[in-house]
């Protein structure tokens, strides 16, 4: 399956939808142990399917059989494969989103929506404060669904620079609800320039949760599909 060099192909799973014993002999003996150590039979569904489906599309795109593929992670955990085709995986409650594309840096993330004691928690620790402060003019019942926009918009670029966690969430300020959301100030190094990345939040159809990604590149072409067991 081609990718062109604007092009960004997300992939939404609904991981109840797979059977996980299906997907068993795609992984690799580690990457079956490693969902075997997951206390929780959900958290061992999500990781089996993201990492099959993964793989299975990485085969596509790279012309190689699903169980042939090769990863390699950074210092920080980032997973990667030889070749041209960059990804992102990222799973929360019955949804998993895979992000594809050729050569340029991306990042996804998916979050099923907690109460709002949580979300009033995790502003303080997440938001600059500037982010704070709207986040606070917000009306109470709009506050929920915003925190977890900018999250995962948060989320998404975290991924896509490849820093995992040693770069604080609140050390980056971005434009949210309800406007198009855009990269104002970065403390990252990674970030050279502002203008060169985009964020956009994506719909799964379930107003349950909230998506995102983050694209280096000023006008990426986003392709957002379901994913069918018949492909």
Same mark, same amino acid.
């Given at each position: 399956m081609p990718i062109s060099s604007e092009s960004v192909q997300v992939w939404v799973i609904r991981v109840s939808e797979h059977e996980i014993q299906?997907?068993? /002999?795609?992984?690799?003996?580690? =990457?079956?142990?490693?969902?075997? #150590?997951? #206390?929780?039979p959900a958290d061992q569904q999500r990781f089996v399917i993201a990492r099959g489906i993964l793989r299975t599309l990485l085969g596509r795109y790279l012309n190689l059989l699903p169980a042939s593929v090769e990863f390699t992670v950074n210092e920080f955990g980032k997973p990667a494969v030889a070749g041209p085709i960059t990804f992102s995986v990222s799973h929360s409650g019955d949804y998993a989103l895979l992000a594809f594309a050729n050569g340029l840096e991306l990042g996804v993330d998916v979050e099923h929506f907690s109460g709002e004691c949580v979300v009033s928690e $995790?502003?303080?620790?997440?938001?600059?404060?500037? =982010?704070?402060?709207?986040?606070?003019?917000?009306?109470?019942?709009?506050?929920?669904?915003?925190?977890?926009?900018?999250?995962?918009?948060k989320e998404s670029l975290l991924k896509a620079?490849?820093?995992? $966690?040693?770069?604080?969430? *609140?050390?980056? =300020?971005?434009?949210?609800? /309800?406007?198009?959301?855009?990269?104002?100030?970065? *403390?990252a190094p990674q970030i050279k320039d502002v203008n060169a990345w985009t964020l956009r939040s994506l719909s799964i159809d379930d107003e349950d949760y909230a998506a995102a990604i983050a694209v280096k590149h000023p006008n990426p072409l986003i392709e957002v599909q379901r994913y069918n067991s018949f492909l």
């Open positions: 299906h997907w068993r /002999p795609r992984l690799s003996t580690s =990457e079956w142990d490693r969902a075997m #150590r997951f #206390r929780m $995790l502003a303080q620790r997440i938001l600059s404060p500037s =982010e704070y402060q709207r986040f606070n003019s917000l009306a109470d019942a709009q506050r929920i669904s915003a925190f977890f926009q900018i999250w995962t918009l620079i490849g820093s995992g $966690l040693s770069i604080a969430p *609140e050390s980056i =300020e971005i434009a949210f609800f /309800p406007d198009a959301p855009r990269l104002l100030t970065s *403390e």
